[in-house]
């Protein structure tokens, strides 16, 4: 997922940047609310975490702006993050748009499970378990697998573990959120490495091969959209 992070404090950007990353975000960081709407005026990302002490436009504001504007990420979950433990700046906060907050300083694992639940809302999902014919991945466990047909007094079946590598992860966890619709090769792209441009528009054809090739034994296919993406599809035999 591609993630913008607007927070002037350089150590604490430094510090979210890097547990986001490891998590398998792609995060793009900017210090200012003036230099993430030119940011946004251009560009796509699936989430925002705002920082609200911010110099010049505030992070509230920021936000408030965002939602009455004509950006290409207008309805993108925004996370607030605030040194501030005032009601009123909570309850601001919300009114003027933001998803969710968190109070400074905080713990990881909450920021990433919050963050967890945003991209489920905005993607009407309801569990933390992404699901396509029998491909199952936990989003919040970081397990990915096939579940097998339930044997005679089983409840369910078991998973057969599929082993992903951290990007083959991501373009399944991009494609599981669009599914059925397809996800454009310029999106995944994004979401694989933002700015930090490590990978190039091919690359992304490797890191499709290789998950396609653990899908398809488990009767998912990985189609390509000429011109577009990719989409999963349920192959013929396991509809």
């Not at 504007?69 to 605030?82: F, G, H, N, R, Y």
């Not at 490797?206 to 990985?222: D, F, N, T």
Request: aromatic fraction near 6%; charge should be negative.
């Amino acid at each position: 997922m591609r993630l913008l992070l607007v927070e002037d404090d350089v150590m604490v950007a430094s510090g979210i940047k890097l547990g986001l990353s490891d998590a398998g975000y792609a995060v793009d960081w900017v210090g200012s609310a003036e230099r993430a709407l030119e940011v946004l005026a251009q560009e796509a990302f699936d989430v925002a975490v705002i920082d609200i002490g911010l110099p010049g436009i505030n992070g509230l504001e920021l936000t408030r702006r965002l939602r009455g504007s004509d950006v290409e990420s207008k309805a993108m979950p925004v996370l607030i993050l605030t040194a501030r433990d005032a009601l009123q700046d909570r309850v601001q906060g919300l009114d003027w748009g933001a998803d969710d907050y968190m109070v400074k300083p905080f713990e990881l694992p909450e920021l990433l499970a919050r963050l967890r639940a945003l991209m489920r809302r905005s993607q009407a999902a309801t569990s933390a378990v992404l699901n396509f014919g029998c491909i199952e991945l936990d989003t919040a466990g970081r397990r990915a697998g096939a579940r097998q047909l339930p044997q005679e007094g089983e409840a369910e079946g078991k998973l057969l573990p599929i082993d992903l590598g951290p990007r083959e992860w991501t373009v399944l966890e991009y494609l599981l959120l669009n599914a059925p619709k397809p996800a454009s090769k310029e999106k995944l792209l994004q979401a694989l490495t933002g700015w930090d441009r490590e990978i190039t528009p091919n690359a992304v054809e490797v890191y499709v091969s290789r998950l396609r090739s653990k899908l398809e034994p488990h009767g998912v296919a990985l189609r390509s959209i000429r011109g577009f993406g990719y989409r999963l599809e349920l192959m013929p035999e396991s509809v």
